[in-house]
């Protein structure tokens, strides 16, 4: 019999209650808007927001303005020009273009595909497919703080090689790979070889300038760059060939058929407008607040571990520790009694639990995995907002731990 | 991450996790057992206080690494079966539990699967080297094979033979 879900959840809340204060850092799955993007939400909803962009009268084009605009500011964030930036209604969605379109339009000259074995789930899981149609995939091993060796992509690399993929930045444990060597090497191995990187969780972070990097695919999404999800980007470089993978009606996108979300690629243009603005000062507050909230939890909790590098390897907004002894999707639930909202790379929902494949990739044990919280600051949390954490946090561990079977030696 | 799926735990799960009943290892049990992995994210230890003469459970304990539904499930089993003779507990089933947690999402069946195996096992430990009564199965239950199979492929992955 079907559960009654939404009374059920109804209750969950309620017994839950609101705590009062609130500190979300989940910004890996999806959240925060800027204040300034919300604004813009609104008001584009309140006056524009009606037209469909192929359609030809005045709310038609006032939406196809939008969308170009917004093509007009990302392509400037990355170094592009705007007829390269194709929007599809996620990062996902975007990713699933890359992989499945460049495969399929440039399949004559090669068959294979080289990914990292830390890539997004919207990348690999789309590898699988091609292997299911006669592909052949590698899994680019990572070294223990998820770079990819540049020896070791040179390896995977050879002439039947049709498309490589590695993210710029990693989206949970921040790696920022040394992508130009990378680059570099896959083509000098095959020039032909067509390089994607998923770059959703380095724009407006780290820089992206896909004329240094030589990448000729690039996938970004606009929640991670504070705008409401909804929306995603891939770059296509002038005369790569990438064909669609979904069909329906075209409008004013040609990779990616259906109606665009006008309003959410609005947003993402104008929230990578304002990020870029802003860069410096948003990169050096993040750096600051992640930094004190890794040294200060590692400074007050035992037994944990900091996942992926440190310094400027990594993406200034990302936290991400293993806490021994500790079962994660459970902190995860103690944490938002307290109004910390976090991720764990745990995830209870087989009767064989799958921890997260990237922090197996870079050799973490299982139990390693399923003890790991990720944590993404953004330009807007306070010091306050870190120092609550480091306020509850410890608690939470060490309840947490007090129910745990397996406990650390006195 | 790995893959998510909503889980609309419900308020009673939330509840007994957030404060459980009978939390805690026992220093006078005379039964206990544990089933599950760390590798795989669930281990459940139960212990018991079982009457010599009457068999009935005089106290129940748990210990669990895993999920919120994890430790609400071996805090609800230990309530269960605590005051009932071995006999009676021993038919506490994983759907019966499930069920007075207010229905557990399928994905989290196995929770409930852990919770009775781990406590059958610990039946089971009591009775070794004793008399074995006439109710207790020769043969393990789906509940014991389950957390023995979780077990297996727990030791596999970490020898990396599997998965």
Redo the contacts between chains.
Sequence with gaps: MERDIARSVRELLEAHGRPKREVYLDLENVGLVLPEVVEYVIDYFRNKAIGHPAITHRPGWEAYEAVAEASEKIAKAIGASPSEVAFTHSGTEANNLAILGAAKANKKSGKKVVVSSVEHMSVLLPAEELEKTGFEVVKVPVDREGFVKPEALEGAVDRSTVLVSVALVNHEIGTVQRLKELVEVAKDRNPNVIFHTDAADALNKVEVSVERLGVDLATFSSHKVYAPRGAGALYVREGVKVERVVYGPLSSQVLWPGVENVPAIAAFGRAVELGQAKFDEHVSKMKRLRDALTRGIMERVPHVLLNGPKGDGRAPDNVNLSFLYCEGEALTIELSTYGVYVSSGSACTTRILEPSHVLLAIGRKREEAHGSLLMKVWPLHSEEDVEYVLEVLPKAVERIRGISVEKPEA | ?????P?????IV??L??N?KN?GKMEDANAKA?AGS????????IYLKVNEKTQVIEKATF?????????AAASLLTEMVKGKKLEEAWKVSWKELSEKL??LPR?????S?LAVGAFRRAVRNYFKGKERPSWLPDELTPEEK?ALE?EE??KR??EGTA?
């Design positions: 991450m790995a893959s998510r799926i889980l609309p735990y419900s308020k939330f509840e996790f957030k459980p939390l544990s760390l590798a795989c994210g669930d281990v459940i230890a210990e669990s690494y895993g999920c919120a539904a994890n430790i207010g229905g994905i989290k069946y196995h929770c699967v389950q979780e492929l727990a992955l970490s998965g």
